[in-house]
């Protein structure tokens, strides 16, 4: 059960559903391509008796309150309200939330029937283009005394950000070294990842960093230091971050952490 509460986005399915139809929406795709490709993505679980009436409901509320809503959608939204859809496990629940999830579909209700909303263009979200690039080294001046190094494995290009992941090396010393000495400095050796190891002070030596906002400083504003450029390593395609930062002065501050817990 994806549920965690009796309202229709208290749902960890609606809320998929209701962000993977507007972010189509959002990159231009076409209205009736953008329902068709989110109910084809959801054919399976369109047939369970709980998930189904929750994907029908959840898309057809999103596309009234963008001003798309489509009318075939629209009955059958309501049909599986009219016909007590998927209210077989608020029913188990006791009146209270029965009572409580009836509201919420009359409120679903009211969104369809009611007058609808004029067409709302949605614009996709603006997202930060890193100017580093994989192989770039970076040095950073801690708090506590000595400078780390960290190389760029590869660039995580997605909807949201284009963005670096780095590995930290076994590094940390009172001086930054020359470009050819940091291209013989292993990366820090990872532990497996466990609930275990992501506790420990460097059991997580992977990271992603983005700009998430236009006013939010980059790398070199957060005092980090770009000194060249290295061969790339086996394994670098495929690295993947332990632990994403939404800003690079977060991200300093956790190495300062992190150095002070534990001197490389």
Same mark, same amino acid.
């Given at each position: 059960?994806?549920?965690?509460?009796?309202?229709?986005?208290?749902?960890?399915?609606?809320?998929?559903?209701?962000?993977?139809?507007?972010?189509?929406?959002?990159?231009?795709?076409?209205?009736?391509?953008?329902?068709?490709?989110?109910?084809?993505?959801?054919?399976?679980?369109?047939?369970?008796?709980?998930?189904?009436?929750?994907?029908?409901?959840?898309?057809?509320?999103?596309?009234?309150?963008?001003?798309? /809503?489509?009318?075939?959608?629209?009955?059958?939204?309501?049909?599986?309200?009219?016909?007590?859809?998927?209210?077989?496990?608020?029913?188990?629940?006791?009146?209270?939330?029965?009572?409580?999830?009836?509201?919420?579909?009359?409120?679903?209700?009211?969104?369809?029937?009611?007058?609808?909303?004029?067409?709302?263009?949605?614009?996709?979200?603006?997202?930060?283009?890193?100017?580093?690039?994989?192989?770039?080294?970076?040095?950073?001046?801690?708090?506590?005394?000595?400078?780390?190094? /960290?190389?760029?494995?590869?660039?995580?290009?997605?909807?949201?950000?284009?963005?670096?992941?780095?590995?930290?090396?076994?590094?940390?010393?009172?001086?930054?070294?020359?470009?050819?000495?940091?291209?013989?400095?292993?990366?820090?050796?990872?532990?497996?990842?466990?609930?275990?190891?992501?506790?420990?002070?460097?059991?997580?030596?992977?990271?992603?960093?983005?700009?998430?906002?236009?006013?939010?400083?980059?790398?070199?504003?957060?005092?980090?230091?770009?000194?060249?450029?290295?061969?790339?390593?086996?394994?670098? !395609?495929?690295?993947? !971050?332990?632990?994403?930062?939404?800003?690079?002065?977060?991200?300093?501050?956790?190495?300062?952490?992190?150095?002070?817990?534990?001197?490389?």
């Amino acid at each position: 059960m994806s549920a965690w509460g009796p309202g229709l986005f208290a749902d960890d399915t609606a809320c998929d559903v209701r962000d993977e139809y507007r972010a189509l929406i959002e990159d231009g795709t076409g209205d009736d391509s953008a329902m068709r490709r989110i109910l084809d993505a959801y054919a399976d679980a369109l047939e369970d008796p709980d998930d189904g009436p929750v994907i029908w409901l959840a898309l057809a509320f999103t596309q009234s309150k963008i001003g798309r /809503l489509d009318h075939n959608l629209a009955a059958r939204a309501l049909e599986i309200i009219d016909h007590d859809e998927g209210m077989s496990r608020w029913l188990e629940q006791g009146p209270n939330l029965e009572a409580r999830r009836r509201a919420a579909l009359a409120q679903v209700r009211a969104q369809l029937t009611g007058p609808q909303p004029r067409r709302k263009k949605l614009r996709p979200p603006w997202r930060h283009v890193t100017s580093l690039h994989a192989g770039d080294v970076l040095a950073y001046h801690t708090t506590a005394g000595p400078y780390l190094l /960290l190389r760029v494995g590869r660039i995580d290009d997605n909807r949201y950000a284009v963005a670096p992941v780095l590995v930290v090396l076994d590094f940390a010393r009172p001086q930054i070294p020359r470009l050819a000495r940091a291209a013989r400095i292993p990366d820090r050796p990872e532990p497996p990842r466990s609930h275990a190891s992501i506790q420990q002070t460097w059991g997580i030596t992977k990271f992603e960093v983005v700009v998430s906002k236009k006013t939010d400083p980059d790398y070199p504003d957060a005092g980090f230091q770009r000194i060249g450029s290295i061969a790339n390593r086996p394994g670098d !395609a495929n690295m993947n !971050a332990g632990r994403l930062y939404p800003s690079w002065p977060l991200f300093g501050q956790d190495l300062n952490d992190r150095i002070v817990a534990q001197p490389l």
